[in-house]
Structures are given as structure tokens and as C-alpha cells.
């Protein structure tokens, strides 16, 4: 049986869990990409621009940041502090950002 009890305070703990899904999302909330002027009449303001270089490879280089599913992979945060340990409660305190929503399954290791 596991329980808390292997963790004490002080512990450096690195914690692993599915970070939460934001859906389908465009290249400036994605990739952080810089927008375009809003005013003076410019009619796109979120696209991506270029899509890289043109007759010559005649196609888009593999690894292009575009728009699609961000989030809900994953991921990993180290060197988390251990706060409190509650045996008789069987809880873990640690301090920092934990991946995932509330109530979400995580692993935590030394």
C-alpha cells in the first residue's frame, strides 16, 4: 500500500499529470506570435503570415507553428517543494503549480 508517509517536508518532488486542454487555438495564444496592426485599415489582425519561402521548396517546412489543439498533454514540473505531509489524512502538500484540473490524477516522484 501507498501512502504519504515515504514523502517529508523539505523533499524536492518532481510532479507528472495531463495538463489542462484549451481546444482548438490560433498561432498568437498558441505559439505567442506577435499580431498585426489593428487599425489602419489591416483586415487580418491574429494570422500567421508567411507560410515560408515560395517557388523553391513549393511547400511548407515540417515543424511550421500553425493554429490547432493546444493543451492536454503530458507534463511534467520539477523541483517542487514538499510543505506538509498528513499521514492520517494521507495528503501532500507541495508548493507550486501542479498540472492538470482540480480533482485530476497525478504522479508524484523523488
Known sequence: ???VEQFEAGDRVK???RSKGRGFQGVVKRH???????SHGH???RIPGSMGPGTDPSRVIKGKR???RMGGT??????LQVVRVDGERNLLFVKGGVPGARNGYVLVSK
Do not use: D, Q
Request: hydrophobic residues 35%; aromatic residues 4%; charged residues 15%.
Open 74 to 79: 503530458r507534463t511534467t514540473i520539477r523541483n
Open 32 to 38: 505567442g506570435f506577435a499580431m498585426r496592426p489593428a
Open 43 to 45: 483586415p487580418m489582425s
Open 15 to 17: 510532479v507528472t499529470g
Open 66 to 68: 500553425l493554429p490547432g
Open 1 to 3: 500500500e501507498l501512502t
